[in-house]
């Protein structure tokens, strides 16, 4: 049956060629769509995840705040307890004021964001940035060096070596300033971009904390990680060791909590990353729905071209398959028939369509897209990082074959249902 | 071992009368600057000058009345600026907006003030010996003047800088003001060359501010930027107690 199908298919080519060409285009652009898709979320999560702590954090909550972690053994635990592919580890001192400036050469700039990481822990997730300028040198790190963004760089017209003033204000309200020096300048003109890196005991000298002190420990997750999940395993394993807040999902949430019950000893919040940033979330959720509804268009566009186009085929076929009737082939082989060619149909469209579709995602990596300081948060140095989003192409491979079986089943009986005699008379 | 004791218990009264000194000078400063059995209110003119951006002027009415820690601040000029005001009740600070809508924001004294370089505490009585000690002293020729330089640390974390340092001229006047970070970075100098008196009291004719940090490099040579402030129409008559309160600053911006 396979050998008569397949010569079946080639000798029939011509009157499949028009179905062929829209399965190839549509195996393309699924292709491109999932890839790209695929690339900006885990772009976004991957740079969420190095500018908030990770995919699941600890925060120590207090009244009044100092954010410093005084049980980190016990984190560090729950985070080894909990089971979880763990990728990278956090451990941070962070600013959590939004008046931190950057001053050189007599002007100013305010940073959302001051970050103090632990080079030790920290060192191998840090080296992702994507660099422009400097980087991470070898050995040991000067304790006065300063990473900043690019945006951060170009307004105030900073180079690597230039000795930059970091203006915060300490635990205790007063403005305080250090002098650093520009190690290193990472690209990222995004809403992750306004965040400055340094040693994390220089930034507690500059805020007069503890010089050892920890306000954020966190774990990034191997890329297939749920961090919702991952993150309420931490709490499970958290909460019977340690005084922790209720599972609250959210940082408002933990606010909220702490402003309520006003705890006087440190109490943990464990977050997932989406929790720390809604509107990231929300973000990533939109792209996953337009992707959605783009696919569900563009099947059904696609289910409806080949159903017709087999009816035609189908109806073309007529004295052929009344030939094969009278020639004795069961109504079955009849039906098999048409559907193994469809098979074929859908194997060899889907194949040459993922192949072009990887070309045509691959092309569009090598575009430089960094000129647009909108797409910078889902870029990586300006460009569509590859992704071969795998589950997602071979369950469009899947569709496109049902939709293909779909489509050629129907008009299939029809034919197989006919008499020979009136098959054959036909024109 | 008798004359050991001695010796520590001399050194200690002599360390003792040096601080009850020296915050007996921050007394006299702050009592030449403060208006305890009076209200007080001025007008204010002050230019801000950043370099390559231009002149900015302001005109201020001050209003305050020291001996209950209130003041309030009016915007007289520029005309866009019409309207918005500060109202200082004891450690609570709010900035009057009339845009987009008319709102009060909480604000802080050691904030900077209209994105000038003086800070909101620039404008409240002088209260040196409530806010710092003197960590040491010394003697220095300041251009005309002979001066003692005090540098002063705070003793609690209510005051705009950590860190600050005086020249004093023998009748008790600050010529010269260093304000610096905890760390001991250089802010901003404050120079007071002349002062007039007014009832007993002494204010600044002209009050300039050079800020350390903040300034552009122009034909290569670094310029800060530049605040400076004169205080004239001076008056010590009572105030009605109307003007202290939002309504006032509600009510004056319409």
Same mark, same amino acid.
Not at chain 1, 120 to 125: F, I, L, P
Not at chain 1, 416 to 427: D, F, G, H, S, T
């Given at each position: 049956?396979?050998?008569i199908a397949?010569?079946n298919?080639? @000798?029939?080519? /011509? $009157?499949?060629?028009? &179905?062929a060409t829209?399965?190839v @285009?549509?195996?393309?652009?699924f292709?491109?769509?999932?890839?790209?898709?695929?690339?900006l979320?885990?772009?976004?999560r991957?740079?969420a995840a190095?500018?908030?702590?990770?995919?699941?954090?600890?925060?120590?909550?207090?009244k009044?705040?100092d954010?410093?972690?005084?049980?980190e053994?016990?984190?560090?635990?729950?985070f080894?307890?909990?089971?979880?592919?763990?990728?990278?580890h956090?451990?941070?001192?962070?600013?959590y004021?939004?008046?931190?400036?950057?001053?050189?050469?007599g002007?100013?700039?305010?940073?959302?964001r =001051?970050?103090g990481?632990?080079?030790?822990?920290?060192?191998?997730?840090?080296s992702?940035?994507e660099?422009?300028?400097?980087?991470?040198?070898?050995?040991?790190l000067p304790?006065?060096?300063?990473?900043?963004?690019?945006?951060t760089?170009?307004?105030? /017209?900073?180079?690597?070596?230039?000795e930059?003033?970091l203006m915060?204000?300490?635990?205790?309200?007063?403005?305080?300033?250090?002098? &650093? /020096?520009?190690v290193?300048?990472?690209q990222?003109?995004?809403?992750?971009?306004?965040?400055s890196?340094?040693?994390?005991?220089?930034?507690?000298?500059?805020?007069?904390?503890?010089?050892?002190a920890?306000?954020e420990?966190?774990?990034?997750l191997?890329?297939?990680?749920?961090s919702?999940?991952?993150a309420?395993?931490?709490?499970? /394993?958290?909460?019977?060791v =340690?005084?922790?807040?209720p599972?609250?999902g959210?940082l408002?949430?933990?606010?909220?909590?702490?402003?309520a019950?006003n705890?006087t000893?440190?109490t943990?919040?464990?977050l997932?990353l989406?929790? $720390? &940033?809604?509107?990231i979330n929300?973000?990533?959720?939109?792209?996953?729905?337009?992707?959605?509804l783009l696919?569900?268009?563009?099947l059904?566009?696609?289910?409806?071209?080949?159903?017709?186009?087999?009816q035609?085929?189908?109806?073309?076929?007529?004295?052929?398959i009344?030939t094969?009737?009278?020639?004795?082939m069961? $109504?079955?082989s009849?039906?098999?028939?048409?559907?193994?060619?469809?098979?074929?149909l859908?194997?060899?469209?889907?194949?040459?369509?993922l192949?072009?579709?990887a070309?045509?995602?691959w092309?569009?990596?090598?575009i430089?897209f960094?000129?647009?300081?909108?797409?910078q948060?889902?870029?990586?140095?300006?460009h569509v990082?590859?992704?071969?989003a795998?589950?997602?192409?071979?369950?469009?491979v899947?569709?496109?074959? &049902?939709?293909?079986l779909?489509?050629a089943?129907r008009p299939?009986l029809?034919a197989?249902?006919?008499?020979?005699?009136?098959?054959?008379?036909?024109? | 071992? +008798?004359?050991m004791?001695l010796?520590?218990?001399f050194?200690?009264?002599?360390?003792?009368?040096a601080?009850s000194d020296?915050k007996?000078i921050?007394?006299?400063?702050?009592?030449?600057?403060?208006f305890?059995d009076?209200?007080f209110?001025?007008?204010?003119?002050?230019?801000?000058t !950043?370099?390559?951006?231009?002149?900015?002027?302001?005109?201020i009415?001050l209003?305050r009345r020291d001996?209950?820690?209130k003041?309030?601040r009016l915007?007289l000029?520029?005309d866009?600026? !019409?309207g !918005?005001?500060y109202?200082?009740?004891?450690?609570?600070l709010?900035?009057y907006?009339t845009? %987009?809508? +008319?709102h009060f924001?909480v604000?802080?004294a050691?904030?900077?003030?209209?994105?000038?370089?003086? +800070?909101?505490?620039?404008?409240? +009585?002088?209260?040196f010996?409530?806010?710092?000690k003197?960590?040491?002293?010394? !003697?220095e020729k300041?251009? %005309?003047?002979?001066?003692?330089?005090?540098n002063?640390?705070?003793i609690?974390?209510?005051v705009?800088f950590a860190?600050?340092?005086?020249w004093?001229t %023998?009748?008790?006047l600050?010529?010269?003001?260093?304000?610096?970070s905890?760390?001991?970075?250089?802010?901003?100098?404050?120079?007071m060359?002349?002062?007039?008196?007014?009832k007993?009291?002494?204010?600044?004719?002209k009050?300039?501010i050079?800020?350390a940090?903040m300034g552009?490099?122009?034909?290569?040579?670094?310029?800060?930027?530049?605040?400076?402030? *004169?205080?004239?129409k001076?008056?010590?008559?009572?105030l009605p107690?109307?003007?202290?309160?939002? *309504?006032?600053?509600?009510?004056?911006s319409?």
């Open positions: 049956m396979g050998g397949w010569r298919f080639v @000798l029939q080519f /011509h $009157r499949y060629r028009v &179905l829209a399965l @285009l549509g195996a393309i652009v292709t491109v769509l999932f890839g790209v898709t695929e690339s979320t885990r772009t976004v991957e740079k190095r500018y908030f702590s990770g995919d699941v954090m600890v925060l120590g909550m207090k009044p705040a954010w410093i972690i005084h049980d053994p016990a984190i560090e635990l729950a080894s307890a909990s089971d979880l592919n763990i990728a990278y956090h451990r941070r001192s962070i600013y004021e939004y008046d931190a400036k950057l001053i050189f050469n002007v100013s700039l305010v940073q959302r =001051v970050i990481l632990d080079f030790a822990v920290e060192r191998a997730n840090f992702k940035q660099f422009v300028e400097g980087g991470l040198p070898e050995g040991a304790e006065d060096g300063l990473w900043v963004s690019n945006d760089a170009q307004r105030l /017209h900073l180079r690597v070596g230039d930059v003033v915060v204000k300490t635990t205790k309200g007063f403005r305080n300033t250090i002098t &650093l /020096h520009l290193g300048v990472f990222d003109s995004s809403f992750f971009g306004f965040a890196y340094l040693d994390y005991r220089t930034l507690n000298k500059v805020l007069a904390r503890p010089p050892e920890i306000t420990l966190g774990i990034t191997a890329s297939d990680g749920d919702d999940a991952g309420k395993a931490v709490w499970r /394993h958290l909460k019977s =340690v005084p922790t807040l599972w609250v959210t408002d949430a933990a606010y909220a909590w702490s402003d019950n705890p000893v440190t943990y919040a464990v997932p989406s929790g $720390r &940033l809604k509107q929300d973000l990533i959720q939109a792209i996953y729905a337009v992707n959605a696919a569900i268009v563009f059904l566009v696609v289910a409806i071209g080949v159903y017709n186009t087999y035609m085929i189908a109806f073309e076929r007529t004295r052929e009344g094969m009737r009278a020639l004795g069961q $109504r079955g009849v039906v098999s028939l048409f559907l193994t060619e469809s098979l074929m859908g194997l060899l469209s889907s194949a040459v369509g192949l072009l579709g070309i045509v995602l092309s569009l990596g090598q430089d960094s000129g647009n300081l909108m797409t948060m889902f870029l990586q140095k300006g990082a590859w992704a071969w795998w589950p997602n192409v071979l369950a469009v899947a569709v496109m074959w &049902l939709t293909t779909t489509g089943i299939a029809r197989a249902l006919a008499r020979p005699v009136e098959a054959l008379r036909q024109e | 071992m +008798r004359f004791l010796i520590c218990g050194l200690l009264a002599g360390g003792a009368f601080q020296s007996a921050l007394a006299k400063i702050d009592a030449q600057a403060s305890l009076s209200d209110s001025t007008e204010i003119v002050m230019t801000t !950043k370099p390559g951006e231009g002149v900015t002027e302001r005109t009415a209003f001996r209950e820690e003041y309030v915007r000029k520029p866009s600026d !019409k !918005k005001g109202l200082n009740i004891g450690n609570n709010w900035l907006e845009v %987009p809508t +008319r924001t604000t802080s050691k904030d900077r003030f209209q994105n000038s370089n003086a +800070r909101n505490s620039d404008f409240t +009585r002088s209260t010996a409530e806010d710092y003197i960590v040491s002293q010394s !003697k300041l251009g %005309p003047f002979d001066t003692t330089v005090l002063l640390e705070a609690h974390d209510d705009t860190r600050t340092k005086l004093i %023998p009748d008790n600050v010529r010269k003001k260093e304000d610096y905890l760390s001991g970075q250089l802010l901003r100098t404050s120079a060359p002349s002062y007039q008196e007014f007993g009291r002494f204010i600044p004719k009050v300039t050079i800020d940090l552009k490099t122009l034909n290569g040579v670094f310029r800060n930027e530049v605040t400076e402030y *004169s205080m004239g001076l008056s010590t008559d009572p107690s109307l003007i202290f309160t939002q *309504s006032y600053l509600e009510k004056n319409q």
